[in-house]
């Protein structure tokens, strides 16, 4: 997969014969934008996709628009035909491969990218899935690894690393898909034991607040938790809080940085998929409203669970603050935040000086430069 090219601004590669870098073009460098998928995300991935092809730097970037559709076929279509990510799934000029990842990775290897930037949200694009099949045909993408990728998309595992870490976390009870049908009222016992309503009901690996719910009595906690198992075959229950829902953006590699906080306030009885994407009711706060020692609070353990879960280049954490004592809970980390128009992450960092165009050219030099690490790691043991 590697290009040949030479990095930005040198006029021959500095690297040796044996060198395993990925240099960019002379002029430009060619990224892909990775978009949709076989996912509940995929209508997301394609707006987030839409937004950073628009803030692409044309003078420094080539973009090269990779949309899968819902079958798992991959279309490649360039800038040049006049596509907008929305459309080249759609459009009959773009070139199109089968349906099976071989095809999808001959359409890739066809055109080769100097880097990738993966927005493909949910299932087999943010869990580690996609990150893995990159790292192995070495191709360098934006955001974090297999393990960080995998751990982040999971909130049961996620939890128990971050209590390790000295992070605070809501309490929690977990069951398998299997086990809510077979033993589904013990564990309704077991929830209402442990919690008052409202609780909340979540799918373990699903972002967008999809499948997650709110339940107010036994009925619609038992509901709830047939719902939930429909997206993900492991469902976590956590108590409800009042409490201020504030994000933080993070971005680097190994001595990462935190923005301005952010807050989230929803018409709706919880930031769902509505109020994340379709209502009018939500308002987004920049800078949040804290206090400064909550605010510091905050980005101080955003960069800590940031590098406790392994995580690269970019995640947005997720914190509820609440509104009786300021005590402060991580949510979760989403290593694929959203780029759309309303997305929190770009905001938060324009609000901290660094401006989405700006911030996309960082994303993508952390992408090169954990590929320039991961070519240093020794692979011949004893040489």
């Known amino acids: ?54 803030a692409l730097d044309p003078i420094l970037y080539d973009a090269v628009l990779i949309g899968i559709d819902h079958d798992g076929s991959w279309t490649i279509a360039e800038p040049s035909l006049g596509l907008e990510p929305s459309t080249v799934l759609a459009s009959q000029a773009a070139e199109r491969s089968g ?16 880097v990738l930037f993966p927005i493909i949200h949910g299932q087999d694009g943010e869990d580690g899935v996609l990150q893995g099949v990159l790292q192995l045909i070495d191709v360098p993408y934006v955001g974090s690894g297999v393990a960080g990728a995998a751990l982040c998309m999971d909130k049961i595992l996620s939890k128990r690393v971050l209590r390790d870490a000295g992070i605070p976390v809501l309490p929690h ?6 086990e809510i049908e077979t033993h589904g009222d013990a564990f309704l016992d077991e929830i209402e034991d442990r919690f008052e ?19 107010t009595d036994r009925a619609s906690l038992r509901k709830s938790l047939s719902s939930a198992a429909r997206y993900d075959t492991h469902v976590l229950v956590e108590p409800g809080l009042d409490a201020q829902e504030v994000e933080c953006a993070v971005l680097g590699g190994t001595e990462p940085r935190a923005s301005v906080p952010g807050e989230i306030r ?101 992408a090169l430069e954990r590929h320039r690490e991961r070519g240093d790691i020794e692979t011949r043991y004893g040489s």
């Not at 990775?105 to 100097?114: G, K, N, S, T, W």
Request: proline share 4%; net charge neutral; hydrophobic share 35%.
């Open 266 to 366: 929803t018409g709706n009885e919880f930031y769902d998929y509505e109020a994340k994407y379709v209502s009018d009711n939500t308002q987004l706060l920049i800078p949040a409203e804290v206090s400064d020692a909550t605010r510091d609070e905050i980005q101080t353990l955003a960069v800590k669970a940031f590098l406790a879960c392994r995580c690269w280049g970019m995640a947005r954490v997720d914190f509820f603050v609440t509104r009786r004592d300021q005590k402060i809970y991580l949510n979760e980390l989403n290593t694929h935040p959203g780029f759309t128009t309303a997305s929190l992450y770009p905001r938060m960092w324009a609000a901290s000086g660094l401006e989405t165009k700006a911030l996309i050219g960082q994303l993508i030099e952390l």
């Open 99 to 114: 349906t099976s990842l071989r095809d999808g990775l001959a359409l890739l290897e066809a055109h080769p990218v100097d």
């Open 197 to 215: 309503y409202p609780v909340f009901i979540k799918p373990a690996n699903t972002g967008s607040s999809i499948g997650v719910h709110r339940a």
């Open 1 to 54: 997969m590697h290009s040949g090219r030479v990095k930005s601004g040198q006029t021959t590669c500095q690297c040796g014969p044996e060198s395993r870098c990925y240099p960019g073009d002379v002029a430009k460098q060619r990224v892909g934008i990775l978009f949709g998928g076989r996912s509940t995300e995929h209508e997301v991935s394609i707006n987030s996709a839409t937004a950073i092809a628009d």
């Open 173 to 178: 009870l977990e069951r398998t898909r299997r």
